[in-house]
């Protein structure tokens, strides 16, 4: 996926011109399985867009790792603590497998939206979508059964549920592993 794929996924009003300036300020990068393109407490300095592979969101806890969300080609990522308060990051960026991302850094991308009125409105349209996604996940988490949040997500997901390790599923849904593996057999 390139990066006016990407951008006209979400919002097709981008513009050849809007386009073509976040390319020159972006800078590919490969991401090798179980590397990390953003870490927990660390400053963020980019803006992240995934174009190829697997990866997922992580926080990590006492100890305790806390699968937060997948991310495939056509998903933005930053480290909205460092976006919006200069603070390091709360949430890790992991790949899952070898994967490509589009780094912009955040000076250019805050330039590129004060410049180009069909970006601010593809970044709002984004975040937007995400605070409904975070909304919606809260909900889901706190109204379903174990099997239902399973059965959900392999509706929603299909296309990479079996790239992903089965205990980063049981972290997302929020279940045991046993508890799983129980509805897992159950099919």
């Not at 899952?96 to 970044?123: G, H, K, N, Q």
């Amino acid at each position: 996926m390139d990066l006016h794929q990407l951008l006209q996924a979400d919002y097709p009003g981008i513009t050849d011109a809007t386009v073509a300036a976040m390319e020159a300020a972006a800078e590919r990068h490969v991401v090798r399985k179980r590397e990390y393109v953003v870490r927990q407490g660390h400053l963020s300095r980019h803006i992240y867009f995934i174009t190829g592979g697997l990866l997922r969101g992580v926080s990590e806890q006492g100890g305790r790792e806390d699968t937060l969300f997948f991310a495939v080609p056509g998903d933005p990522f930053v480290s909205v603590h460092t976006l919006a308060h200069d603070e390091p990051a709360v949430i890790s960026l992991q790949a899952l497998e070898d994967s490509e991302v589009l780094a912009v850094e955040i000076a250019d991308f805050r330039r590129l939206l004060d410049a180009c009125p069909d970006l601010e409105r593809w970044w709002s349209a984004i975040l937007l979508e995400q605070v409904y996604a975070l909304e919606r996940r809260y909900v889901w988490l706190s109204t379903s059964s174990a099997a239902e949040r399973y059965h959900t997500f392999m509706q929603i997901r299909r296309g990479i549920v079996g790239r992903i390790p089965i205990k980063y599923i049981a972290q997302y849904l929020s279940i045991a592993p046993e508890t799983l593996s129980r509805i897992r057999a159950r099919k």
